[in-house]
């Protein structure tokens, strides 16, 4: 997420910290390099030459100039900036009764997805939440919403094979699931936006009055983002944004534009395929990730939602004691999975995002996970029998060489001990400190 902007702009503002004071031309310096970052971030002209503007305007002042930390004065700046650029507050949804929410976009978006997703986040906040299949143009998004509301345990209202009125459809919708406080809306798409799409929207948005009409947008749709962010708020006055496939864009510069262009709040993220993979959007959290400064407030809820707190206990005597096994190491390896894909749990970490050699490959994951699998009970309670035989059984068991188990092994016999002595692993701590600097 963000991964090529954050980079950039990392390093620019470690070049800016160099400095021991800063000038005007260091100033208009940095901001020609930040501006060349945002627009290949795909963050929209006239959006990334407003923000430099304002950026400039404030980095120019006396109280910066004059300070004895002008670097780190600036990378505030350009913090504050950036959050309200993302948004300024996180912006709650809009709850109250009836709480309808239309879920809007282009076909491909992810609209059928984000209602899953958003359900499944709103029943485990407490709420009774219904799904309700408008789209009449797809029958496959139909068919998808009733498969995803079984795996979330959500009820899903489909319309009759043969209805043909979206409006109809919606009538229908309201006499079922009477308790659901929130009824969730996914409507039909389209390639582009056309005046048929519009006009069945607006019949949608009238006859429902819904609290919430939300733009489904793929990060990585680049500098159609405006046009399509643009189109939509014009038509139908969405009151917010879901942003999908964060993940998977390394540029992000979408969700910068959109915001902006639309004056509406980007109110959740998609940030991975899975139902869980769904977060609320906090701004000024994730312009500390593209800054580097990380987001430890994020990392604990995640780690708090994820982690059985006595499976973590258990595990946390046994790395003390040096008795941790490769059964041991496997609930390890399943509790961090749960947080996430490991990419985005480095970049909550402060300074972490851009270390060389920090980078975590899913596919050297599961490579390492083939490779404890193939080991017997017996092995993986008593790493200390793995002789050459039986190294050389597991090499070919998990489809891997024997050099790479043997790596895994001194990886893990180095792990026991660095957890044993407490003072290799303060040393280690402050080394990792000193890189931030």
Known sequence: MFSQLSDKLQDIFKDLRGHGTISESNVNEALRQVRLALLEADVDFQVAKNFVARVKEKALGEEVLRSVTPGQQMVKIFHDELTVLLGGDAAPLDLSKPARILMVGLNGSGKTTSSAKLARLLKKQGR????????????????????????????????????????????????????????????????????PLVEELKQLRDFLQPQEILLVADAATGQQAVSVATH????LHITGIVLTKLDGD??????????????????FA???????????????????????????????????????????????????????DFN????????????????NILGMLPGMSNVPGLSVEEKQLSRI?????????????????????RRQRIARGSGRTVT??????QRFNQMRKLMKNAGKMKKMMAQM???QN
């Open 433 to 435: 400190a000193r890189m």
């Open 232 to 235: 939509f708020n014009d038509a």
């Open 128 to 195: 009774n939440p219904a799904l309700i299949a408008v789209d009449l143009q797809r029958p496959a998004a139909i068919e998808q919403l009733a498969t995803l509301g079984k795996q979330i345990d959500v009820p899903v209202f489909t319309p009759e094979p043969s209805e043909k009125e979206v409006r109809r459809a919606a009538a229908a919708s309201l006499q079922w699931m009477e308790n659901a406080d929130v009824k969730i809306f996914d409507t039909a798409g389209r390639q582009e936006i056309d005046q």
């Open 328 to 343: 041991d190491f496997l609930t390890q390896f399943k509790m961090m999975r749960r947080l996430g894909p490991l990419e």
């Open 250 to 267: 390394a540029r992000g510069g979408a969700a910068l534009s959109m915001r902006e262009v639309t004056q509406r709040p980007i109110k």
């Open 270 to 324: 998609g940030v991975g395929e899975k139902l869980d993979q769904f977060e609320t959007f906090v701004p000024d959290r994730l312009a500390g990730r593209i800054l580097g400064m990380g987001d430890i407030v994020g990392l604990v809820e995640k780690a708090v939602e994820a982690v059985d707190e006595e499976e973590a206990a258990h595990l946390e005597r046994k790395l003390r004691t040096a008795k941790f």
């Open 404 to 409: 790479e188990v043997n790596d895994l092994l």
């Open 369 to 389: 996970e083939a490779i404890v699998l193939s080991m017997t009970l017996e092995e993986r309670a008593r790493p200390d029998i793995l002789n050459a035989r």
